[in-house]
């Protein structure tokens, strides 16, 4: 029997809690998420990302009073940390305690005085202590010009007084469902100020009108009949014969006509009767004008079938090999020519599917024995009798509600033989074979995997921008990645941990730790890149 380790265990439950809970958050269920938190702390009690996710939670639920209590105690832990402050101001703010507030405002201001909501939070606090010149520059300086120039230009009331928003009109109503959880979420969620105070959703009685239906009316050659109620039209008077020409002047003429026959098969169907009338004034003046009427172009009876330009014949009826092929048809594609294939010569470029590999196109070519796992954002097409079926994330066993790669990239599970096409465009493909070793992926470069793999779905939460999606594979069989560029390792060791941007992150292998955090040594005015540190034994992919 295997032997377990209870620290471990106890690690993946609250990571397993803080992801739960993250996604509670995420999802608007505040008090199941508050549930997972509080749950998540049992076991690591000073963990500050889940304490500053349980704060979150409990502001939106109104208990502010623990919620000011735990964001206190966080800026006690990290006084120079400008977001916890900002969060505890924002506590501040819903109890109205305008002088806490401006006091823990000035701090972050001091901190970091480019901090566009920390500016527009004293804008808000100085609109309501009365200080309405100062609160104007404050706005201004947060980017809400609009609610600048309203106070500025504002007329008093019959009492004197100010017509204050209230606190959700400017922003400092609950966070939205929509704003990334994670490791200090306050945080990510103070990077950005609003613009312009939101609106609150008008109710209309009046239904809204049916969308235009737009009609598309066939343009025809001949005129449409004159309606019933309309007089007949007048018949034209006859056309006068042409007065007698030198022979110069006949052949202008028919010159003109030809060109005008010319045209009428350049510009599609004309009247039969005009066409017929050109080639026999033309005929009658001694010339002979050959126009179709139809407006087709005559094929020379000694015409033989184009030359397919795709294909090298050898001998007769022999094709050559698909490579040469390939190359042909792709030089004829980069000088624009339209490459003409017979129907009998297709079978020679059709796909086997018997390995892994890649057309010319770039697809891939992924054969499936018996069970094999798929994006289908990718999916190009299907060769065999499948059923499938639709694979939801797994966390530590249990399999949750939630699309394994996402709604936009959803991983399918194919069940008999045959082959997966996908379309790949310029992403560089990576194969990797696994032997009861064990691996961490980006789910976002996982093309597919085979059934020899078992799957574990995580998260690593970050605190400046979005979560990533993590997938765990181990046992054997063969997982495709793919990626903007070919994958590239970085063997990191004890005393030479890795550092990789967090776009670029492929995934890891071995016992290491990963850290989502900004590049340190930069200053807070300066553009957070985005970064995973890596410390401990192994590999790590990236691109």
């Known amino acids: 029997m295997a032997e377990t380790n209870p620290d471990k265990s106890k690690e993946e439950e609250f990571y397993y809690l803080l992801t739960e809970g993250s996604e509670h958050l995420q999802a608007g269920r505040v008090d199941e998420a508050r549930v997972h938190f509080e749950r ?62 401006h006091t823990e405002l000035e701090r972050v201001l001091e901190l970091n005085p480019d901090h566009p909501r920390a500016a527009s939070y004293m804008g808000l606090v100085l609109e309501k202590k009365g200080h309405l010149a100062r609160a104007a520059d404050f706005y201004e300086r947060a980017g809400n010009k609009k609610r600048a120039d309203e106070i500025r230009t504002y007329q008093p009331t019959m009492t004197g007084t100010f017509p204050i928003p209230n606190l959700a009109a400017m922003g400092i109503s609950p966070a939205p469902a929509s704003a990334a959880p994670g490791p200090a979420a306050m945080r990510a969620a103070s990077t950005t100020a609003p613009t312009t105070p939101p609106m609150a959703a008008a109710t209309s ?9 737009r009609t598309l009316q ?61 080639n026999a004034r033309a005929a009658s003046m001694g010339f002979t004008v050959e126009v179709a009427d139809k407006g087709a172009a005559p094929v020379p009876q000694s015409a033989e079938r184009p030359v397919d330009k795709g294909f090298v014949s050898s001998g007769p009826g022999a094709p050559a ?35 892994l590999s890649r057309t010319p196109d770039g697809h891939l070519v992924l054969p499936i024995s018996e069970v094999g796992y798929v994006r289908t954002d990718l999916l190009a097409g299907l060769s065999g009798a499948f059923e ?35 379309a790949l465009g310029e992403q560089v493909p990576t194969a990797l074979v696994l032997t009861t070793e064990e691996i961490y992926l980006v789910e976002s470069g996982v093309v597919g995997f085979s059934a020899g793999l078992v799957w574990e779905n995580g998260r690593l939460p970050s605190e400046a921008d979005k979560d990533l999606d993590i997938v765990h594979l181990r046992g054997s069989g063969r997982v495709v990645l793919a990626a903007r560029k070919p ?36 200053p807070e005015s300066a553009r957070r890149v985005p970064i995973v540190r890596f410390e401990g034994t192994g590999l790590v992919l990236t691109t």
């Open 321 to 355: 090999a698909p490579e040469a092929a390939a190359k042909a048809l792709e030089k004829e594609s980069a000088a624009g020519v339209v490459p003409e294939t017979a129907l009998a010569d297709l079978p020679a470029r059709a796909v086997d599917g018997r390995a």
């Open 218 to 278: 066939m343009a025809t050659v001949n005129p449409p009949s004159a309606p019933p109620s309309a007089p007949p039209p007048r018949p034209a008077p006859p056309t006068p014969p042409p007065p007698p020409s030198t022979s110069s002047q006949k052949q202008t003429e028919a010159a003109a006509l030809t060109a005008a026959a010319a045209a009428t098969l350049q510009r599609g169907p004309e009247p039969p009767a005009k066409a017929r009338a050109d």
């Open 205 to 213: 009685t009046t239904p809204h009108p049916p969308s235009a239906t």
């Open 487 to 522: 994958v590239v390792t970085l063997q990191v060791k004890p005393d030479a941990p890795a550092l990789v941007h967090a776009t670029r992150l492929v995934g890891w292998s071995g016992p290491l730790v990963p850290y989502r955090a900004p590049l340190p040594g930069l």
């Open 40 to 101: 998540a702390l049992l076991i690591n009690a000073n963990n500050e990302q889940a304490l500053n996710l349980l704060g979150l939670s409990l502001f939106r639920l109104g208990a502010l009073d623990r919620a000011k209590q735990i964001f206190n105690d966080l800026v006690h832990a990290n006084p120079i940390e400008p977001s916890l402050r900002l969060n505890l101001a924002m506590v501040y703010l819903k109890q109205a305690k305008l002088e806490d507030a």
């Open 388 to 422: 499938i079926e639709v694979v939801n994330r797994r966390y530590r066993g249990k399999r949750t509600d939630s699309l394994f790669g996402g709604v936009d990239a959803a991983v399918v599970a194919l069940m008999g033989s045959g082959f997966a096409l996908l």
